[in-house]
């Protein structure tokens, strides 16, 4: 099962960076959970589909492009993904951030149905119960 679970992820990311929303949506649950509390700027929980395209949608206002950049995508048992990833953002003045975090994606037939963001790959590890 973490396999498929793995492509999938992948799948998602490669239509976030090509600006492919609704194909994003389509990888969610309808009744997803997107807790991004940990967060320093937009520390929110979205809930639903709805929930994840206003997350996306609050982006694009901020930033004039992103891009999110797999640094691994690593199975956890039978239904998590951890993914470390990079985003790159670039501001409406021109200016590239990058900033890192971790999110845990549990996954249940293919689709998200939790997806929970960390500042750090070892906070991320440790909520699933792995270390370093």
Known sequence: MSEPN???IKR?????NSGD???VLGFCDPEV???????VFDASVYHGRKGVREF?????????SQRWE???????GNDQVLVPHRIVSVGRDGVETIARNTNVYTLEEGKATRIKSYQTRADALEAVGLTE
Request: a negative charge; glycine letters at 2%; aromatic letters at 12%.
């Open 56 to 64: 996306f949608s609050e982006q694009a206002g901020m930033w004039e």
């Open 33 to 39: 959970e997107f807790d991004n509390s940990n967060a």
């Open 12 to 16: 998602a990311y490669a239509a976030l």
């Open 21 to 23: 929303i609704p194909t």
């Open 70 to 76: 797999l640094e691994e995508v690593i199975p956890v």
């Open 6 to 8: 793995v492509e999938t």
